[in-house]
C-alpha cells in the first residue's frame, strides 16, 4: 500500500520514517518526497496489509503526521488506446511498458498516481479512478 | 545519379499490374522485405519481390477535410461556419468550407477540435452545423443551425498539405521544468525521449530518392484509397525531411486509421494512416526500401531551447528509440513513440493484403516529386523589441551579507520588487522578492544569504520578449534579472517593464 505523509514544521526535524522502519522491520521505500522551509510530502510504499499497515499508519499518526492511503491509479480504455507509446517514457516510475506488438502492459504495483500519463494520452484513453 | 530518376529497370508498372491481376505479384511488408533482403541479398530480393508496402500512423498537424454542404431553402451564402462548435475555414464559394485539424472548440477549447470533428464524421456521428452570413440579394438567409452526418454531404474530402514526414527529429528536455511540447510530454532533466516516425516501415523513407512517389501515386490513407497530390509543405528531400500532399475520399475512411486528439497544453491535431505501395522498379529502390531501423538515424534536439534551431544532443537511430531506451551522458534514457508503431504494421499488412486480393492496382506517377528544395526559414522583417529594449537598467542590488531589514526599508522606499543579490564583483548569484522579505522579517531571519534563492531565472540582453515572457510563465515570477555573457547583472526585467512599454501587446 502506497501511503502519504504530510510533515508540519514541528515534525520535520525528526527522524519520523527511520524510526517506523526499526519499530516495525519492513522495508519502506520512499517513492517521492517534495520538502520546503516548512512543510513536506513524502510517498512511500509500505510492503505491508491489514493489521501490519495499521500499525505502520499509527506510528507515523503518533508521530504527528498527517497519512493518506493512496489508493488512486490509473485504468486504460483498450478500444480507445492506438498503442502509440505517449504515455509510456514520460512515466516518471517506468509503470507503463510496451510489449513486442506495442501494446501497453501497466503495473499497478509501481504506479504512484500522478497523472502524467492521463494529460500525455493523445486520445485520452487514461483516466484516473 | 546518372541514370534517370524513376527508370524502370527490373519491371514496369503494367507488368506489376498484369501479376497483380493474374494474383501472381509477389509483395511483401517493409519488415518483410528487409528479412528477405537478408537471406537473399539485394539484387535476387530485387527480382523477386515486385512491390513493397509501408505504412505509418503518426499525429499530422497539417491535415483537413473539404465539406460541400448542398443548398438550403432560402439559400445561404455562409460567411462564417461551425462544426460542433470548431470554427471551419470559410473564404470559399456559399456552402464549401474545409475543416483543420488544428482548429480548437470555441466553448471545449483543447479538449475537442477539428480532428475530431473529422473522426465523428467518419465514425457517422450526427454533427452540428452553425452558420451567419450577411444576406444578399441571390442569398438571402442570414443564419443556419442543424444537425448532420457524411451521408448528407455532398463531398466530404481529406485534403492534407502535409503527411508522412519521411523521419523526424525526437525530443527531450534539458530543463527543470516539465514541458508539454507537440512532442508530447517532456520530463525534466533529461527524463525522457519521445520520437515520431515509423523509421523502416515509414513510407517515404522506403523511396528515399523519390523515385516511384509522386503526383497521382494511388495509396492507403486513413482506411480507404487515396491519392499523392504532389509534395507536401516544408518537402525537405536532401534532408531526409520529406513530406507529400494527399487526398481521399472522407466517404470511405475508418476511425480506426483517423483519430482525433490532442497534446496537452499544445493543441488538437489528427492522427492518419498512410501507406504506400513501392513498386521495385530497379536496385535503387530496393536499397531504400530495404533500409533497417539501425541504418535510419535522426537527431534527439532539447525542446527545452524554445528557439527555431533547436540544440541536437544526440544522433540515434530507430532502431536505438525503438528499443525503449536511449544512451546520453553514460545515463540510460526512456524512450518511447508518439506515432503508433503497431498500427503502422497493421497499414502495411492491409494495403499488402489489397494488393494480393487484386483490388489495389499500381500507377506511374504523372510527374515525381522533387528530390530536391530550397528550405527557407521565415525571417521576421522591422525590429522587433528584444529584451535590451523593455529592461530597466537603474537597478538596485544586494551582497548576500546584507542585513534584511534594511534591504526591506530600500526596497520600500523604492517600491521595487525583485532585488538581485550580487558578489563582489557584480556577479549574479541569488534573488529575493519583496514577499520573500515579508517572510523573513516575520521569521526574524538577519541576513540576505539566509533566505535568498540561489537558482536564478535570468535572461539575456539579445532575447526575444516572448521568448522571456513564456520563461516567467514556466516559473510563475514576474521578474528576471538580466545578465550578460560572463553572468555580471546589467538590468532587471519585469512583467511591469513590458506592460508599461509595450502598450499594444497583451500579456496572459
Ligand atoms: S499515474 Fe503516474 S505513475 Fe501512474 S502510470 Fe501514470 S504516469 Fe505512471
Ligand atoms: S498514450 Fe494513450 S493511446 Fe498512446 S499508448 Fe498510451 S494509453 Fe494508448
Known sequence: ???????????????????????????????????????????????????????????????????KEITRTIEIDREKCISCGACVSPCPVRAITQDLNWDVDFDEQKCVGCGICVDACPVRAIRML | ??????????????????????????????????????????????????VVTTGTFGAMCSSGAFINFGHSEPPIKMFKCWLNDVPAYKGLAAVDC???????????????????????????????????????????????????????????????????????????????????????????????????????????????????IGIGTRIFLGGGIGYIIGEGTQHNPQNQFGTIMVRGD????????????????????????????????NERVAASAALRDDEIFTNILDYGVPSRSRPTVKKASYSELKSGKVQINQKEIPSSSLSSNKVAKEIALTLKNWIEQGTFLLNRPAELIPNHREFKPLEVKGREPKVRDVMTREIIVSKPNDDIKDVARTLIAKGVDHLPIVDNEGKLIGIITSWDLAKAVAQDKRQLHEIMTLKVVSAKEDEAIDTVIRRMEQHNISGVPVVDQSNHIIGILTTDDISRKLVRRVIA
Do not use: W
Not at chain 2, 488544428?102 to 477539428?114: I, L, N, Q
Not at chain 2, 448528407?152 to 508522412?164: G, K, V
Not at chain 2, 527531450?172 to 517532456?186: C, Q, R, V
Open chain 1, 1 to 67: 500500500m502506497k501511503l502519504k505523509l504530510i510533515y508540519s514544521r514541528e515534525n520535520l526535524g525528526k527522524p519520523v520514517l527511520s524510526d517506523v522502519i526499526s519499530k516495525t522491520n519492513l522495508p519502506i521505500n520512499i517513492l517521492e518526497a517534495k520538502i520546503t522551509l516548512n512543510t513536506g510530502e513524502m510517498l512511500i510504499d509500505v510492503p505491508a496489509v491489514g493489521e501490519k499497515l495499521k500499525e505502520v499508519s499509527n506510528l507515523f499518526q503518533k508521530a504527528g503526521l498527517i497519512v
Open chain 2, 1 to 50: 545519379m546518372s541514370e534517370e530518376r524513376g527508370i524502370e529497370k527490373i519491371r514496369t508498372y503494367e507488368e506489376i499490374n498484369q501479376k497483380i491481376k493474374s494474383g501472381d505479384a509477389v509483395v511483401l511488408t517493409a519488415d518483410e522485405f528487409i528479412k528477405a533482403v537478408e537471406e537473399l541479398g539485394l539484387e535476387k530480393a530485387a527480382k523477386e519481390v515486385d
Open chain 2, 98 to 212: 474545409y475543416i483543420g485539424a488544428t482548429a480548437m472548440s470555441e466553448t471545449k477549447g483543447f479538449e475537442y477540435g477539428g480532428g475530431d470533428v473529422i473522426e465523428d464524421l467518419v465514425s457517422g456521428k450526427e454533427i452540428e452545423l452553425r452558420a451567419e452570413a450577411y444576406g444578399t440579394d441571390c442569398y438571402p438567409r442570414r443564419s443556419i443551425e442543424t444537425t448532420l452526418t457524411i451521408n448528407d454531404l455532398n463531398q466530404a474530402i481529406l485534403l492534407n498539405p502535409r503527411n508522412a514526414y519521411e523521419r523526424y527529429n525526437a525530443a527531450t528536455n534539458s530543463t527543470d521544468k516539465i514541458l508539454y511540447t507537440y512532442m508530447g510530454t517532456l520530463l525534466p532533466h533529461y527524463g525522457n525521449i519521445t520520437y515520431c516516425g515509423a523509421g523502416q516501415l515509414s513510407p517515404l523513407y522506403k523511396d528515399k530518392g523519390f523515385e516511384t
Open chain 2, 250 to 281: 472522407l466517404k470511405q475512411m475508418s476511425a480506426r486509421y483517423l483519430r482525433g486528439a490532442t497534446y496537452n497544453k499544445y493543441g488538437t491535431t489528427l492522427y492518419v494512416g498512410v501507406g504506400i505501395p513501392i513498386p521495385i522498379i
